[in-house]
């Protein structure tokens, strides 16, 4: 059984940078796709970006492309989000994601059975 574990969410100025990681315990090298996702309160959980394994496809959601990148590192088993030019509007809990199966979509939440606790982002201006 696969358990994921995010961290270093926290408060940043806006303009400023977070990386986030989401460490895996348990299998995830044969599985499809890892992701990020956030949800901030009174809204429903929206796709960040995320990245197939086999190949490294890596693909954004519009407002985050060109200041978000994803990356993994198979050998330590983390996912990361290196979040720069951070601006208010990414105010959110951020979730990691993984899924074994071949999606034809990583953007919907509901494609995603595994899912990590969260970590709290907080950009102020």
């Known amino acids: 059984q696969v358990r994921l574990e995010e961290s270093g969410g926290g408060l940043v100025q806006a303009g400023g940078s977070l990386r986030l990681s989401c460490r895996a315990s348990g299998r995830t090298r044969g599985d499809f796709a890892m992701a990020w996702f956030r949800q901030a309160p009174g809204k429903e959980r929206e796709f960040v970006a995320s990245i197939i394994w086999n190949g490294d496809n890596t693909y954004y959601e519009d407002s985050v492309r060109g200041r978000f990148t994803i990356s993994r590192d198979a050998a330590k088993n983390t996912l990361y989000l290196q979040m720069d030019n951070l601006k208010p509007e990414d105010t959110a809990n951020y979730f990691c994601?993984?899924?074994?199966?071949?999606?034809?979509?990583?953007?919907?939440?509901?494609?995603?059975?595994?899912w990590g606790q969260g970590t709290q982002v907080t950009v102020s201006s």
């Open positions: 994601a993984t899924e074994p199966r071949e999606l034809d979509s990583t953007k919907g939440p509901g494609n995603f059975r595994t």
